[in-house]
């Protein structure tokens, strides 16, 4: 099971040199927690210290619960011990290497999704030092798609093949980006969307969206924002199945891509429905409760049912839950019956929509 990383920094050195440049560099940091050799204890007197005895052993508890790391060590000692532990770079913590006199911060791992190129730049400021960034688009000065996505807050899909993308960028290539929504200039890095056209774009394209898109040939890299609540009604005992056939149902009506689901929203008293927490276990989303005092107190017009207002009280609730739930979206299928569920999706508002 993924363990939920904490969005602190984890500073590790292993000797005296290096324990004092990271004992300044967490007082600097002000979100770091200190690893150091028990050996050291003696010499150290800061709070959000921790003292080790196995090398390894603490590497891959720091490696598996924080968002970033800093070894003030050789770049080969860092290398070596984390080999093992790599497995993908939509997951891996951000890795940043300094020498015991701050002179290099080494942006080492997850450069632009992870973070690590901007960590070394905040350290070389904070310790008047030189970060050194090898990712091939800062190199030569140009927009990251790895960084449009994090900016974004997107999904990248298929994620192995964003290294082509950046690639092509690099070498001067021409690469379309397209969206069904106008996104702030301020938030595309550098990038431009291109213009709207009739027919399908050519050659290499960057879709951001959260719909399915039909294509062949040419690549395609997808950019999938979460921002799609599906409000969902049943009946008593209904079964995990079948809230899950419904929902994709409902996302298939109007082609949408269940990896833009952001969550399940239902009215309060069908919170501990079983199939309703299966669901949304296996969709791997939340389930948002949404009560029938903030169903009436809607302004908004919605699907209403007379059978349902005298069963719980409020005329409906898949549509409501999820306007709601959306922080009051637009309804974009609205509510379907399919078998004993019901089903609406509602699309959030993205803050970089312009």
Same mark, same amino acid.
């Given at each position: 099971m993924a363990i939920e990383k904490k969005n602190r920094v984890a500073v590790l050195a292993l000797t005296g040199g290096g324990a004092r440049l990271a004992q300044k560099l967490v007082c600097l940091l002000e979100d770091a927690d200190l690893y150091l050799p028990e050996r050291l204890s003696s010499d150290v007197d800061l709070s959000h210290t921790a003292f080790y005895r196995k090398w390894q052993a603490v590497v891959k508890m720091i490696f598996r619960q924080y968002s970033q790391l800093i070894f003030i060590m050789a770049t080969g000692i860092v290398v070596r011990t984390l080999a093992p532990l790599l497995q993908s770079k939509r997951t891996d913590p951000?890795?940043?290497?300094?020498?015991? *006199?701050? %002179?290099?911060?080494?942006?080492?791992? /997850?450069?632009?999704l992870g973070g690590a190129n901007v960590l070394a730049q905040r350290i070389?400021?904070?310790?008047?030092?030189?970060?050194?960034?090898? &990712?091939? &688009?800062?190199?030569?000065?140009?927009? /990251?798609?790895?960084?449009?996505?994090?900016?974004?807050?997107?999904?990248?899909?298929?994620?192995?093949?964003? *290294?082509?993308? +950046?690639r092509l960028l690099v070498e001067g290539e021409p690469v379309q980006i397209?969206?069904?929504?106008?996104?702030?200039?301020?938030?595309? %890095?550098?990038? &431009?969307? /291109? %213009?709207?056209?009739? +027919?399908?774009?050519?050659?290499?394209?960057v879709h951001i969206t959260n719909h399915l898109v039909q294509h062949k040939g040419e690549p395609r890299l997808m950019l999938r924002p979460k921002n799609l609540v599906a409000g969902v009604g049943c009946r008593k005992g209904v079964s995990g199945e079948q809230i899950v056939t419904a929902v994709k149902g409902a996302f298939r009506l109007a082609d949408y891509s269940l990896l833009s689901l952001k969550s399940l929203a239902t009215v309060d008293l069908k919170m501990q429905e079983p199939g309703l927490l299966q669901a949304a276990s296996y969709f791997r989303v939340p389930l948002i409760e949404v009560t029938r005092e903030q169903i009436k107190n809607l302004s908004v017009q919605y699907t209403q049912s007379d059978f349902v207002k005298e069963q719980i009280g409020v005329g409906g609730v898949c549509e409501p839950a999820a306007i709601t739930a959306s922080g009051?979206? %637009?309804?974009?299928?609205?509510?379907? *019956?399919?078998?004993?569920v019901t089903v609406a999706i509602a699309e959030a508002k993205l803050w970089w929509w312009d």
């Open positions: 951000a890795v940043v290497v300094l020498d015991e *006199k701050g %002179q290099h911060a080494i942006s080492l791992l /997850s450069g632009h070389a400021v904070l310790i008047g030092g030189t970060a050194v960034i090898t &990712t091939a &688009t800062d190199v030569v000065g140009v927009p /990251s798609l790895d960084v449009l996505a994090k900016a974004l807050d997107c999904g990248v899909y298929p994620c192995q093949r964003i *290294k082509l993308f +950046n397209v969206s069904p929504w106008a996104v702030k200039p301020e938030v595309m %890095q550098g990038l &431009t969307l /291109s %213009q709207p056209d009739n +027919n399908r774009p050519k050659g290499p394209v009051m979206g %637009q309804i974009k299928v609205p509510k379907q *019956k399919i078998g004993p």
